[in-house]
Nanobody, 123 residues
Framework: VQLQASGGGLVQPDGSLRLSCAAS????????IGWFRQAPGKEREGVSC???????YYADSVKGRFTISRDTAKNTVYLRTSSLKPEDTAIYYC??????????????????WGQGTLVTVSS
């Protein structure tokens, strides 16, 4: 299994970015894909996830601003981030866990991780 996160960059406050997570070695029809982030000096936190049947979940801190989606034909999951704030600055990681029917935003639940992409929100 490999997960390749991309799409990070420098963006001004209130801007937007679309992050991508290209998966290989697994099927999105069987796995939950999650997005996590880790800011300097802070613990990794769950941002959003999408289950094998397409249900989506969000952390309270990003509800209404971030949207997770997937393209099963491309085996890719996207995280559209908008209304970005400086506190959204972090390395964003995508991760995968076999979907046994319970989706989670706990990092410890996920067994496969991508390498991360840096999002910097600054003027």
């Amino acid at each position: 299994v490999q997960l390749q996160a991309s799409g990070g960059g420098l963006v001004q406050p209130d801007g937007s970015l679309r992050l991508s997570c290209a998966a290989s070695g697994l099927s999105l029809d069987d796995y939950t894909i999650g997005w996590f982030r880790q800011a300097p000096g802070k613990e990794r936190e769950g941002v959003s996830c999408i289950s094998s049947n397409g249900r989506t979940y969000y952390a309270d801190s990003v509800k209404g601003r971030f949207t997770i989606s997937r393209d099963t034909a491309k085996n890719t999951v996207y995280l559209r981030t908008s209304s970005l704030k400086p506190e959204d600055t972090a390395i964003y990681y995508c991760a995968a866990v076999y979907d046994y029917g319970m989706s989670s935003l706990k990092a410890s639940e996920y067994g496969y991780w991508g390498q991360g992409t840096l999002v910097t929100v600054s003027s």
